[in-house]
């Protein structure tokens, strides 16, 4: 527990500090629900220190997301949105005018107003909240298309670069340091015949095909909160992989995460499968908001998008386990390579309902 009334110190609150505690179930950042009394009204606010070990480059992290932020905030206040202050994160000044503050003990801290009468779900129960939620993502990217400048810093770099991501899979085929490759061939020969079709988008992007976007790079379904009463998804959250990227990898981590009913390591694969109902729930609300900016290369792979990023999480999880289970967490033998076997299932799944996938596109592109 960190003293979060010293830190409040650190930011231009404007307000009496009464007392905080620990929030939410991140794994990655400290998050601190603080009250504070503010003119006789208690309001809430959320303090967070950035996990220096997942994020290299935190004061390019929160230039980038200070940078997103203030520009929705000013998109949403031109289209007189009465809300606006509730539909984007806003950070609150540190006291020398930063959008973030730094601890006596060199920790990176930022603070972010409460979105009341709002929650995240970590299981999506309805197509109704996969729609919003898709709808919401969309909009944040509608948002930060318009962002003026130069374009943000990546402060992960080639976090979702599958060309890069095979070519490290190449690598750890060849050093096979763990003597495991054999174990794994199958695996293996299935991604190495599908190499060419992983870099399809880098090389779109590299020739100009794909336009570069503000993109969120985390688009789990439980990013957004959704509206206690109306069930409206109001406010895309969890902001630290904010950078340049393509439309084509968000919505397809969308797909690659709500689509399949089976855990990401089921040891059943029968279990994984790509539910159209899911896919239509997700294409209806993505390009309700982001259909108007979105251009014609990119929705000509909205579809195969989710193949791609399942790939490209598939091929990570293989690398990992010839490499020895050193980045992703394991709780028993063989655990990456069954993560691995899940992405492969539902790649084939979304393969073998592309033309009715890609129908659905058309018919919300209309």
Request: negative net charge.
């Amino acid at each position: 527990m960190h003293d979060i009334k010293e830190i409040a110190g650190l930011f231009d609150m404007r307000a009496d500090f009464v007392h905080a505690h620990p929030y939410g179930s991140g794994h990655i950042n400290d998050t601190y629900c603080a009250y504070y009394d503010q003119a006789g009204q208690r309001i809430r606010y959320i303090h967070q220190r950035l996990s220096t070990e997942a994020f290299k480059k935190p004061i390019e992290l929160m230039e980038n997301v200070d940078r997103v932020t203030t520009h929705a905030l000013d998109e949403l206040l031109k289209e007189g949105n009465p809300e606006a202050r509730r539909r984007t994160l806003t950070c609150i000044p540190s006291m020398q005018g930063t959008p973030h503050a730094i601890d006596a003990a060199g920790n990176c801290w930022r603070t972010y107003p409460f979105i009341e009468r709002a929650r995240t779900y970590d299981t999506i129960e309805s197509e109704a909240q996969a729609t919003e939620a898709a709808r919401a993502f969309g909009e944040f990217q509608k948002l930060a298309a318009t962002l003026p400048g130069d374009p943000l810093h990546e402060t992960i770099p080639g976090f979702h670069n599958t060309k890069q991501r095979f070519q490290h899979l190449v690598e750890a085929i060849e050093a096979d340091t763990e003597n495991r490759a054999a174990s794994v061939q199958k695996e293996i020969d299935w991604y190495m015949a599908r190499q060419e079709e992983g870099s399809k988008v880098v090389d779109m992007l590299e020739s100009g095909e794909l336009p570069l976007r503000v993109t969120h790079n985390d688009t789990k379904l439980n990013n957004v909160m959704l509206d206690d009463v109306t069930g409206e998804g109001i406010c895309v959250i969890d902001l630290d992989t904010t950078m340049p990227g393509s439309a084509i990898y968000d919505f397809g981590d969308m797909v690659r995460t709500a689509t399949s009913p089976a855990a990401e390591d089921e040891k059943d694969v029968s279990k994984v499968e790509m539910r159209m109902f899911m896919f239509d729930a997700l294409v209806k609300g993505y390009l309700a908001s982001a259909g108007e900016f979105l251009t014609d290369n990119e929705r000509s792979l909205l579809a195969f998008s989710g193949k791609l990023l399942t790939m490209e999480c598939g091929t990570r999880f293989l690398t990992d386990y010839l490499k020895g289970d050193v980045y992703f967490k394991v709780h028993r033998d063989g655990h990456n390579v069954d993560r691995t076997r899940t992405q492969i299932a539902l790649c084939e799944s979304i393969d073998a309902q592309m033309a009715e996938m890609e129908a659905l596109v058309a018919k919300y592109s209309v």
